[in-house]
C-alpha cells in the first residue's frame, strides 16, 4: 500500500507561479514512479507530469513543456510540480498517482495503482 497526500494548490493570478508537492508514504513507496494528473471541470483527466523512481527521467505533456518542472526528493519520499508561467487553463484538481516502477512509464491514468486526494488549482486572468 502507498499513501499519497498532496498540498500547495490554491488561488493565483495568470502568469503566477506554484508548487505543489505529493509525500508519498508506506513500505515500498521509494519503488514507484510518481506522476500529476489534472481534472478540469466537464473534462477528462489528463496526466501533466511524470518522474521516474530515481528522479533521472521525467515526462511532461506539451501543453506544460516549458512551464512545469517536476522532481523528486527520495530521501523524504516527495514528488514535486513546480508551475510557472501559469494560465487560466491549467485550473484543476491536481492529483498524484504512483505505478511500480518495473512496469515502465505510461501516460494513462488506468494504469496507475495508488492516488491523492487532489488539490485545487485556480488560475485567476
Known amino acids: 500500500q502507498v499513501q499519497l497526500v498532496e498540498s500547495g494548490g490554491g488561488l493565483v493570478q495568470a502568469g503566477g507561479s506554484l508548487r505543489l508537492s505529493c509525500a508519498a508514504s508506506?513500505?515500498?513507496?521509494?519503488?514507484?514512479?510518481l506522476s500529476w494528473f489534472r481534472q478540469a471541470p466537464g473534462k477528462e483527466r489528463e496526466f501533466v507530469a511524470g518522474v521516474s523512481r530515481s528522479g533521472e527521467d521525467t515526462y511532461y505533456a506539451d501543453s506544460v513543456k516549458g512551464r512545469f518542472t517536476i522532481s523528486r526528493d527520495n530521501a523524504n519520499n516527495t514528488v514535486y510540480l513546480q508551475m510557472n508561467s501559469l494560465k487560466g487553463e491549467d485550473t484543476a484538481v491536481y492529483s498524484c498517482?504512483?505505478?511500480?516502477?518495473?512496469?515502465?512509464?505510461?501516460?494513462?491514468?488506468?494504469?496507475?495503482?495508488?492516488w491523492g486526494q487532489g488539490t485545487q488549482v485556480t488560475v485567476s486572468s
Open positions: 508506506g513500505r515500498t513507496a521509494s519503488s514507484y514512479a
Open positions: 498517482a504512483a505505478r511500480p516502477s518495473h512496469r515502465g512509464f505510461v501516460w494513462s491514468d488506468s494504469e496507475y495503482d495508488y
